[in-house]
């Protein structure tokens, strides 16, 4: 079983088409998953991953023909899978690749004075590497 959590900055808007301008902020985003997978030898352990994953994203309107400028946050979830492969490069250490695919819920903004709401379904693939390093047990007494 394992977790993770990491803040993010992605970020992006539709330039003003239709004299609306549409933006989106991804702030932090988060997951918790179990991993299976095959021993090959001490050496090589290729996985499967699954479980859950949770994404918060700031969604703004902001329209030139109103003076109106809406701004909403809202918490994503939804499923996360994928799988990868762990490298043991000595007794403590080793590395790994994982790729995951995530789908999150339907996202709904409404935007007050603008009349207007949007919805969108978001989805994230990510590719992730690491080194690993096994802290010895204590000595037993």
């Avoid at 330039?15 to 030898?41: C, E, H, P, Y």
């Avoid at 909403?72 to 994982?98: A, F, K, W």
């Amino acid at each position: 079983v394992e977790a993770d959590i990491a803040d993010s900055n992605n970020k992006g808007d539709d330039n003003f088409s239709l004299g609306q301008q549409d933006t989106v902020k991804t702030k932090w985003q988060g997951s918790a998953r179990g991993r299976v997978g095959i021993d090959m030898g001490g050496v090589l352990l290729p996985y499967a991953t699954a479980g859950w994953a949770w994404q918060s994203v700031e969604y703004g309107i902001y329209d030139d023909l109103l003076p109106a400028r809406s701004q909403n946050n809202q918490v994503l979830n939804g499923p996360t899978y994928g799988g990868g492969v762990e490298l043991s490069l000595s007794d403590r250490t080793s590395i790994r690749g994982e790729y995951r695919r995530t789908s999150y819920n339907e996202a709904k903004f409404d935007a007050p004075g603008t009349l207007t709401s949007r919805s969108f379904d978001r989805e994230a693939d990510s590719l992730t590497f690491g080194l690993n390093y096994r802290f010895p047990n204590p000595p037993r007494r």
